[in-house]
């Protein structure tokens, strides 16, 4: 069937002051648009029609362009989807990633290409419903979207769009952790932290020493961030369907230590008090403590003593397996 | 004012937000009352007003002692004042008299005070930078932990000078920090018509330095940034490029008609992204500091004000002698 796909690409995403603190890499922009383009021949193999993008700035729609115009040979015979860039006014701001998703969703596109870090995600997810996501990572130092060529991805993305791909086993309900404080509601996609910190500053939780507690919504062993600490103490899998919740402790007065890649370059010693598993739905209260909330490792949410909050494991966005459909559309192709 | 280097954010004290908080409404009151001022034509020459801009010079200055130094941009005023520079004499240089920082002879685009660290407001547009590289070059050969500051607008990122510099600080390793205070708009021209993309930021990628963006709206976030890139660049790390989105509340200059602006455009901003409403209302929730502390700065700020301006038109006018003095340099 004739499909429409959103593309969201973060032009902002990657300028945090993990650049001046750690190893962390920067992304070229040009790649992102490239990384579309790729992406876009992927959709159109797959029989996609059509692709609504958020208009990219800061030159990744430039580079984008250029390679949509520039196709020659092969390039130029293959089948693309026709590019519509939504007339959305650009404010620089995330602002523009919601006015996107949100026409995305008034216009009922199939699947939503994402490329961007956890930020990014989070943001698409809190207003995207049931739409599948391709989570595609421009960065180092994220752990729901993946580091994947983009051609393949958007194959895949572009099968489960048309209904070429059995939604069935391709597209997966990820799990998201809520948190909820003085009438506010907000969901993480990866981890929720308990910091110190007084002020949200410049956004990136970067000082490990600050952080009293954390909630990881999945942890793979290989991940990094945060919730590579849970991926140490007792990996959870991608929609196993409970959280881990781990109390943190200075490393001299620990149960025990672990050394955790935190950031691109920066591996550091954390001292774990304790740790234990939680059932999705299950209502945890927070420690009445003044200091910052960061969701996926950005500080959002200032709060003091007298502020109650509470975290809990609940269903999120609908992702695309990228392997699960290559592998199930290839063997029903052999 | 004090300048002392301030603990990095997690160890802020009340004296500390104190301090910021007066810097950020001293630059306030200045500009504001200038705005008033200026309107009764006794001001000579033109001026540019930093009002809403507050944070970032507040939020970088902090982490700079005297001999560090800072080159600032036509719209100088709050770069001066969070550097140290008398509020009095700032207040006499503007009203071109005898009694002020420059005797009266550089009014407000060319404020300076070389004993503050603070190497002058500049008439030319992306003339800062040039200048912190010598600081930087200067510092690395003399071996002084030494750095240097310098303010552009998103205007003047486009210069030559600002991208020049962007390369000859990298290749040196020096201790430069460039901010780049991007309020959107070069002059009258909106910074989505004169630049190819949102962030300056990225510039850097192509002189091999990290370019991050930071809220200029929010002093903490511009604090701790500019603190981790002037902390890495004092200890041989090399230069930062710190852009800080922002908006001014007045127009380029005083009497800029600011037709290219939308009706309600900086009251939203005024009722909704405030620096200085900003940080009153997050040190005082956190505890880290009572209405009363803050009504107190506010009187005081005002009444410095009060007797700066009436001092200022008081004051003497340069004669023609003084036509001659500070002319050249013996070094």
Same mark, same amino acid.
């Given at each position: 069937?004739?499909?429409?796909?959103?593309?969201?690409?973060?032009?902002?995403?990657?300028?945090?002051?993990?650049?001046?603190?750690?190893?962390?890499?920067?992304?070229?922009?040009?790649?992102?648009?490239?990384?579309?383009?790729?992406?876009?021949?992927?959709?159109?193999?797959?029989?996609?029609?059509?692709?609504?993008?958020?208009?990219?700035?800061?030159?990744?729609?430039?580079?984008?362009?250029?390679?949509?115009?520039?196709?020659?040979?092969?390039?130029?015979?293959?089948?693309?989807?026709?590019?519509?860039?939504?007339?959305?006014?650009?404010?620089?701001?995330?602002?523009?990633?919601?006015?996107?998703?949100?026409?995305?969703?008034?216009?009922?596109?199939?699947?939503?290409?994402?490329?961007?870090?956890?930020?990014?995600?989070?943001?698409?997810?809190?207003?995207?419903?049931?739409?599948?996501?391709?989570?595609?990572?421009?960065?180092?130092?994220?752990?729901?979207?993946?580091?994947?060529?983009?051609?393949?991805?958007?194959?895949?993305?572009?099968?489960?769009?048309?209904?070429?791909?059995?939604?069935?086993?391709?597209?997966?309900?990820?799990?998201?952790?809520?948190?909820?404080?003085?009438?506010?509601?907000?969901?993480?996609?990866?981890?929720?932290?308990?910091?110190?910190?007084?002020?949200?500053?410049?956004?990136?939780?970067?000082?490990?020493?600050?952080?009293?507690?954390?909630?990881?919504?999945?942890?793979?062993?290989?991940?990094?961030?945060?919730?590579?600490?849970?991926?140490?103490?007792?990996?959870?899998?991608?929609?196993?369907?409970?959280?881990?919740?781990?109390?943190?402790?200075?490393?001299?007065?620990?149960?025990?230590?672990?050394?955790?890649?935190?950031?691109?370059?920066?591996?550091?010693?954390?001292?774990?008090?304790?740790?234990?598993?939680?059932?999705?739905?299950?209502?945890?209260?927070?420690?009445?403590?003044?200091?910052?909330?960061?969701?996926?490792?950005?500080?959002?949410?200032?709060?003091?003593?007298?502020?109650?909050?509470?975290?809990?494991?609940?269903?999120?966005?609908?992702?695309?397996?990228?392997?699960?459909?290559?592998?199930?559309?290839?063997?029903?192709?052999? | 004012?004090?300048?002392?280097?301030?603990?990095?954010?997690?160890?802020?004290?009340?004296?500390?937000?104190?301090?910021?908080?007066?810097?950020?409404?001293?630059?306030?009151?200045?500009?504001?009352?200038?705005?008033?001022?200026?309107?009764?034509?006794?001001?000579?020459?033109?001026?540019?007003?930093?009002?809403?801009?507050?944070?970032?010079?507040?939020? @970088?200055?902090?982490?700079? !002692?005297?001999?560090?130094?800072?080159? &600032? *941009?036509?719209?100088?005023? #709050?770069?001066?004042? $969070? =550097?140290?520079?008398?509020?009095?004499?700032?207040?006499?240089?503007?009203?071109?008299?005898?009694?002020?920082?420059?005797?009266?002879?550089?009014?407000?685009?060319?404020?300076?005070?070389?004993?503050?660290?603070?190497?002058?407001?500049?008439?030319?547009?992306?003339?800062?930078?040039?200048?912190?590289?010598?600081?930087?070059?200067?510092?690395?050969?003399?071996?002084?932990?030494?750095?240097?500051?310098?303010?552009?607008?998103?205007?003047?990122?486009?210069?030559?000078?600002?991208?020049?510099?962007?390369?000859?600080?990298?290749?040196?390793?020096?201790?430069?920090?460039? @901010?780049?205070?991007?309020? !959107?708009?070069?002059?009258?021209?909106? &910074? *989505?018509?004169?630049?190819? #993309?949102?962030?300056? $930021? =990225?510039?850097?990628?192509?002189?091999?330095?990290?370019?991050?963006?930071?809220?200029?709206?929010?002093?903490?976030?511009?604090?701790?940034?500019?603190?981790?890139?002037?902390?890495?660049?004092?200890?041989?790390?090399?230069?930062?490029?710190?852009?800080?989105?922002?908006?001014?509340?007045?127009?380029?200059?005083?009497?800029?008609?600011?037709?290219?602006?939308?009706?309600?455009?900086?009251?939203?901003?005024?009722?909704?992204?405030?620096?200085?409403?900003?940080?009153?209302?997050?040190?005082?929730?956190?505890?880290?500091?009572?209405?009363?502390?803050?009504?107190?700065?506010?009187?005081?700020?005002?009444?410095?004000?009060?007797?700066?301006?009436?001092?200022?038109?008081?004051?003497?006018?340069?004669?023609?002698?003084?036509?001659?003095?500070?002319?050249?340099?013996?070094?």
């Amino acid at each position: 069937m004739p499909a429409t796909v959103g593309v969201i690409a973060n032009p902002a995403s990657g300028r945090d002051i993990r650049r001046l603190v750690a190893g962390a890499s920067v992304f070229d922009n040009a790649e992102k648009g490239s990384m579309v383009f790729r992406a876009m021949a992927g959709l159109g193999e797959a029989g996609v029609e059509r692709v609504l993008m958020m208009p990219a700035a800061d030159g990744v729609g430039a580079a984008l362009e250029r390679q949509l115009s520039g196709r020659r040979g092969a390039l130029a015979e293959a089948p693309f989807p026709v590019l519509e860039v939504l007339g959305q006014a650009s404010t620089g701001t995330a602002q523009d990633t919601v006015a996107a998703v949100r026409e995305m969703v008034a216009r009922d596109v199939a699947a939503i290409v994402v490329l961007g870090g956890d930020g990014t995600h989070r943001l698409v997810a809190a207003h995207c419903g049931d739409i599948p996501l391709l989570a595609l990572s421009t960065g180092t130092n994220n752990a729901f979207p993946e580091m994947r060529e983009a051609t393949v991805a958007g194959l895949a993305a572009g099968l489960v769009a048309t209904g070429a791909a059995p939604a069935d086993g391709t597209v997966v309900r990820e799990h998201g952790l809520e948190v909820s404080t003085n009438g506010r509601r907000e969901l993480a996609l990866v981890d929720v932290a308990v910091s110190t910190e007084r002020f949200v500053g410049s956004r990136a939780l970067w000082k490990a020493g600050s952080v009293s507690e954390l909630f990881v919504a999945f942890a793979g062993p290989s991940a990094i961030g945060l919730s590579a600490i849970a991926g140490i103490l007792d990996p959870v899998a991608r929609g196993e369907g409970e959280a881990l919740h781990v109390r943190l402790a200075p490393p001299g007065e620990a149960a025990r230590t672990v050394r955790v890649p935190l950031a691109p370059g920066l591996i550091a010693p954390v001292g774990v008090r304790d740790h234990r598993r939680i059932a999705a739905g299950e209502t945890v209260a927070l420690p009445a403590a003044a200091g910052c909330l960061a969701l996926d490792g950005e500080r959002e949410i200032e709060h003091s003593e007298a502020d109650a909050a509470t975290v809990r494991l609940v269903p999120g966005p609908r992702r695309i397996d990228v392997d699960a459909v290559m592998r199930l559309t290839r063997a029903a192709a052999t | 004012m004090s300048t002392a280097a301030a603990p990095g954010t997690g160890e802020l004290t009340k004296e500390d937000m104190l301090e910021h908080y007066r810097v950020m409404r001293t630059i306030r009151e200045f500009e504001e009352r200038l705005h008033r001022e200026f309107a009764t034509g006794e001001i000579p020459g033109f001026v540019h007003l930093y009002a809403g801009e507050e944070a970032i010079a507040a939020g @970088v200055c902090a982490h700079l !002692g005297p001999d560090d130094y800072v080159a &600032s *941009t036509h719209r100088g005023h #709050g770069h001066a004042i $969070a =550097k140290g520079c008398g509020v009095k004499a700032m207040m006499a240089e503007i009203y071109g008299k005898k009694t002020g920082l420059c005797h009266g002879k550089g009014g407000s685009m060319h404020i300076a005070d070389l004993d503050k660290g603070m190497l002058g407001a500049n008439g030319i547009v992306g003339g800062g930078p040039p200048l912190v590289c010598g600081v930087g070059l200067s510092a690395k050969v003399r071996g002084t932990d030494q750095v240097g500051v310098s303010f552009t607008g998103d205007g003047g990122s486009n210069q030559g000078t600002f991208l020049e510099s962007l390369n000859l600080a990298s290749v040196w390793d020096a201790p430069c920090v460039f @901010v780049v205070e991007n309020n !959107g708009y070069a002059e009258a021209t909106s &910074s *989505t018509y004169h630049q190819k #993309g949102v962030d300056v $930021a =990225k510039r850097a990628d192509g002189f091999g330095m990290p370019g991050i963006v930071v809220d200029g709206h929010d002093f903490f976030a511009v604090h701790e940034a500019a603190g981790e890139a002037i902390r890495r660049a004092r200890s041989g790390g090399g230069p930062t490029l710190l852009e800080c989105k922002v908006n001014r509340y007045f127009g380029h200059f005083e009497g800029d008609q600011q037709t290219y602006r939308a009706p309600d455009e900086v009251e939203s901003i005024r009722a909704t992204r405030d620096c200085l409403d900003q940080f009153v209302k997050r040190v005082t929730s956190a505890g880290l500091a009572e209405q009363p502390d803050l009504d107190k700065i506010d009187a005081e700020v005002a009444e410095l004000l009060d007797s700066a301006v009436a001092e200022a038109k008081a004051g003497p006018d340069p004669t023609g002698e003084d036509l001659l003095t500070d002319v050249y340099v013996r070094y």
